[in-house]
């Protein structure tokens, strides 16, 4: 192996891909809680549904928004009609829950026998008055939650044009307008300006989908600073999707959400902000500055904030300082947790990652290029599309502190005498913003905080072999 150095410009690596991890059908798991109003069919076989059933764990009891529409021998040899099928489906959904909109997820067995999923929907979008969103969410092309990224950019596509919704709330503004005020109006000739006109920088609309909780307090984060967030895709309802056109500023809340980044610069003509992402204190300052730099506003006591989250993880710091960390990687969140944790004191060894987007990334790889420089540790190895047979090597010659893994390692690897910590819980867990930085290291501290007891009774390897 190559040693490490924190001299020369980041190292990234691409191995054979041979990695777990979830299947990017399982973000409908926190879409469709998200979006309130929406329903979420997974057009797929048995194996997509026992991955649901079994990985979503309880909230299949809880009567959740979606469902999966199983392919039988049929549809795959085409002697069933597909669109009558999803007709007869999507009418019973619209029956049952009447939903504002559906998302359809295209599997790999939908790409593999080339179903016209994006074809077909306009056409029942048409006959049953219900907006269809299409997205291809499958473990051919993506990884986990790269899922989300394919839902938003699929919606993307659906959120009103702000040129038009300007003008439209004019005319509404014009309809309504007593005939006194329109009369002295044009005697001064000045038109009345539309709500986003009144704030004094341009439409800023945050992409991702975060918790309501988290998503307020982002947004008061930036209002401190003079900045009025205009909308949030995915919204909290359908009907509520942003306005998108030229002059809309767009941020990424989420590292793994480059596609949509794509869709929006290109498709919809929105200017991208390219900021690293708010996670941890130093990322959330970070974000918010950037923001700031782009509409010309000078943050206000960003630094004392950001100083006094760090104070009150102090008793968490502790714990963490001088530890290595390994990413196995395998939920695309992995560099700008490993540039927190840099910046926490840890050392990082390696940033496996399913899929390195470098430009829309860039901001936070320089992030964690100059924490690296700051806090004197070397750059971690990235790789891309890691192999986990691999990886184990690797981890038996380094032997980290912690790593951080699916479950599939987990458990094997704690047997020899590693730490691990469930890469999973990082995506559901709540770790934007400011106040949520002691959530990340409630996570990174426990199987620290738990092995420090259990070390006192001696069972520290339970197997033969050693790792
Ligand atoms: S990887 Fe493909 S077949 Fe497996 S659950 Fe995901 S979409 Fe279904």
Redesign the pocket.
């Known amino acids: 192996m190559k040693p490490l150095t924190h001299t020369e410009p980041l190292h990234f690596e691409c191995e054979t891909g041979n990695y777990h991890t979830f299947?990017p059908?399982s973000c409908v798991a926190w879409l469709y809680q998200k979006i309130e109003d929406s329903f979420f069919l997974v057009v797929?076989?048995k194996?997509?549904g026992y991955?649901l059933q079994n990985a979503l764990g309880v909230m299949i009891f809880a009567e959740p928004r979606y469902a999966m529409a199983e392919l039988e021998e049929g549809d795959i040899s085409a002697q069933l009609n597909d669109y009558q099928e999803l007709r007869r489906l999507c009418s019973q959904i619209k029956k049952d829950r009447n939903p504002s909109v559906i998302v359809w997820i295209g599997?790999?067995?939908t790409e593999i026998i080339k179903m016209d999923l994006e074809g077909m929907a306009p056409r029942l979008e048409m006959e049953l008055g219900i907006p269809i969103v299409v997205a291809r969410a499958?473990?051919l092309d993506y990884a986990f939650t790269q899922g989300e990224d394919t839902v938003l950019a699929a919606m993307a596509h659906r959120c009103p044009d702000s040129g038009r919704a300007k003008q439209q709330s004019r005319t509404h503004i014009d309809e309504n307008d007593s005939l006194s005020s329109r009369g002295l109006r044009s005697l001064l000739s000045f038109p009345v300006p539309s709500t986003t006109e009144q704030t004094a920088h341009p439409p800023l609309v945050l992409f991702g989908s975060l918790p309501a909780t988290v998503a307020a307090q982002l947004g008061l984060e930036l209002k401190r600073q003079g900045i009025q967030v205009s909308g949030w895709l995915p919204a909290q309802r359908y009907a509520e999707l942003p306005s998108l056109g030229e002059g809309v500023h767009v941020c990424g809340v989420n590292p793994f959400l480059s596609r949509t980044a794509t869709t929006l610069m290109r498709r919809r003509k929105c200017k991208l902000i390219g900021a690293p992402f708010p996670i941890g204190p130093d990322g959330t300052r970070a974000w918010i500055e950037k923001i700031c730099a782009v509409f010309g506003i000078q943050p206000k006591g960003l630094q004392e904030r950001e100083e006094q989250v760090w104070k009150g993880l102090e008793g968490y710091l502790r714990l963490v300082r001088g530890k290595s960390v390994f990413f196995m990687g395998d939920n695309l969140l992995e560099v700008s947790l490993a540039r927190f944790l840099v910046r926490c004191g840890m050392v990082v060894y390696e940033i496996g990652i399913p899929y390195m987007d470098k430009r829309y990334q860039a901001a936070e790889l320089a992030l964690l290029q100059s924490t690296c420089q700051e806090m004197g540790v070397p750059f971690p190895r990235i790789v891309e599309k890691p192999d986990n047979y691999h990886q184990v090597q690797r981890i038996r010659e380094l032997h980290p502190d912690l790593a951080i893994t699916g479950m599939a390692h987990a458990n094997p690897l704690e047997a020899r005498g590693i730490s691990t910590k469930w890469s999973v819980e990082f995506t559901f867990a709540q770790i934007h913003g400011f106040t949520n930085a002691r959530d990340i290291l409630e996570l990174v501290t426990r199987p620290l905080r738990r092995n420090h007891s259990l070390q006192e009774l001696g069972w520290v390897q339970l197997v033969q072999s050693p790792v």
Do not use: E, K, R, V
């Open positions: 299947c059908i797929g076989t194996t997509c991955f599997t790999c067995t499958n473990g």
